[in-house]
Structure formats: structure tokens, C-alpha cells
């Protein structure tokens, strides 16, 4: 039996992929890293699930990845979950107007320097001679190719420079660490606290369940062609165009 990782471990779709390991016993132990507690998961999971408690900053990620070693290198699964698209304080842009370099940073933070830095982080523990895969929940707005309908500028490049890390480090990965497979994953328009201000046009049997995904997510991790480089894949698995 194996261990997994997962960061950003209190979003909704997170905890799904929490419970799916355990509950589907994929692995052993999970570690959860989050800003904040769980006491719900910890106390149905015990000691199968280790909790972390992580404020991103820089010092504290290399501290959690250093308490994280052990000989064994024995993770499996590793899923960094972090994402923001709204706060109180920030909607998606609209108009080139809306643009400032405030919300651009904190988005930017959000979902392509903390990510960034987890694989940057991880990779000492992830080398071993276990298959070892890496979700890192990007979003299909993130595809340059794709982009038809503009706006939501900071998500969307937030999410499109994540994906050239992805690919990037993936390279680097495949030198250092050749057991490690790297997917950027979209899990398609999700019934979580991030899409609720946008669900009123999604088609009906296009919102998702956290559960579905997890699901969907944790099977795509099971099939994938481990030799070819990082994959831009969605919830049912299908290539989206970079
Ligand atoms: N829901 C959708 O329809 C949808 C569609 C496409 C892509 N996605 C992507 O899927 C992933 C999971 O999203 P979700 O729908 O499950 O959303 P969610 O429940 O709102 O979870 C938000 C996640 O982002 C992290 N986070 C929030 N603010 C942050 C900040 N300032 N700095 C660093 N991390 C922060 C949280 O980490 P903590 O555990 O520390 O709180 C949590 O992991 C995200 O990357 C999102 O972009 C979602």
C-alpha cells in the first residue's frame, strides 16, 4: 500500500478526492495540507489521514515537505487543489477596465505560484522506485487555443502560466525523478463555493458533484500512458488542447 498527498486539502472537490482514497482504500495514508483544520474528515479517517495545517508562505511549504521525508518515498497520488476565482473582494474580470494589479497578483498567487512551488517542493520526496502521479487542478479557460469567449483575464492566464509550469517542470521531472507522471486536470464546472456565482448557465448534467470528479479523477490516474510527457486531460480524461 502507498501514501498520497493532497494540498489544498479543504476544497470541495479535495475533500472528495480525501474521501475516495480512504474510503476506496487507493492507499494507505493520506496527508492533507491546508490552511485550516478538518475536524469532520480527521475524526472519520483517524490516523489513515495526517492533517497539516500550512499558510503557503514560502518557508512554511519547504518546512512541511522536509517533515514530510521519510526512506520509503512511498507516495502514489499527489494532488495540489489550490484555485481562486472570486473573494469578496475580486469578480472576474469582464472588461479590460476591471483589470489592477492587486487582483491580478492575488489571483496569480493563488493558482500559479503556490502550486508552483508545491512541485518545486515535493519533488525530493516524490522520486522513488513507486509510479507516482501529480493532478494539478487547472481549468479549460486556462487553454490558449481554446479561447473563444475572453474576459476573466486573471483566471485564465493564472491557469494558462500554471499549465507551461506543469509542462516545464515535467521536463525537469522526467530527468530527476522519472517515476513521476505530471497532469494538469480540468474537472469540469464543479458544484463547489468557487463556481456558485456561475451556475445559472451551465447546461443541465454539466454541474458536477465533488464526487463525480473525484472519482472520474482517481480512475484517469489509474490508466494513464506514463510515458509521454505532461497531460492537459478533463474530467472524463479527454486531451484539452494547451
Ligand atoms: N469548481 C469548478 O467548477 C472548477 C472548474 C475548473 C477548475 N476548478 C479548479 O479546481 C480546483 C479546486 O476548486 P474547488 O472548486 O474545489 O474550489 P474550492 O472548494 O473553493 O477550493 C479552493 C481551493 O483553493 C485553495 N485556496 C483558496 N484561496 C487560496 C489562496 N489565497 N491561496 C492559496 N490557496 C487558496 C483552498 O485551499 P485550502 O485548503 O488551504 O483552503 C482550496 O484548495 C481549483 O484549482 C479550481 O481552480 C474548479
Known amino acids: 500500500m ?52 500550512c499558510d503557503y508562505s514560502e518557508e512554511a511549504m519547504k518546512e512541511v515537505c522536509v517533515n514530510l521525508r521519510s526512506p520509503e518515498n512511498d507516495f502514489s497520488h499527489v494532488f495540489i487543489c489550490n484555485g481562486l476565482l472570486h473573494t469578496e473582494q475580486i469578480a472576474p474580470e469582464k472588461r479590460l ?19 508552483m512551488l508545491w512541485l518545486a517542493n515535493l519533488a525530493p520526496l516524490l522520486r ?71 451556475q445559472s448557465n451551465v447546461p443541465e448534467g454539466k454541474l458536477f458533484t465533488p464526487n463525480f470528479v473525484a472519482s472520474s479523477l482517481v480512475g484517469i490516474m489509474e490508466n494513464l500512458d506514463r510515458e509521454s510527457g505532461a497531460e492537459f486531460l478533463d474530467w472524463a480524461g479527454t486531451p484539452i488542447t494547451w
Open 97 to 115: 477596465e476591471d483589470i489592477n494589479t492587486e487582483k491580478l497578483q492575488t489571483v496569480f498567487h493563488a493558482n500559479t505560484i503556490v502550486p
Open 128 to 198: 522513488s522506485k513507486i509510479d507516482c502521479t501529480v493532478a494539478v487542478f487547472s481549468a479549460r479557460v486556462g487553454s490558449i487555443e481554446d479561447n473563444r469567449s475572453g474576459g476573466w483575464y486573471a483566471y485564465r492566464a493564472s491557469k494558462s502560466a500554471l499549465n507551461m509550469l506543469i509542462k516545464t517542470a515535467s521536463i525537469e521531472y522526467r530527468r530527476r525523478a522519472p517515476n513521476v507522471k505530471l497532469i494538469a486536470f480540468h474537472p469540469g464546472t464543479t458544484d463547489t463555493q468557487l463556481s456558485k456565482p456561475f
Open 2 to 53: 502507498t501514501r498520497a498527498i493532497v494540498v489544498g486539502a479543504n476544497s470541495s472537490i479535495a475533500q472528495s478526492v480525501i474521501e475516495q482514497l480512504l474510503s476506496g482504500q487507493v492507499v494507505e495514508q493520506v496527508t492533507a495540507i491546508s490552511r485550516d483544520t478538518n475536524s469532520q474528515l480527521q475524526e472519520k479517517f483517524g490516523s489513515s489521514l495526517r492533517w497539516v495545517c
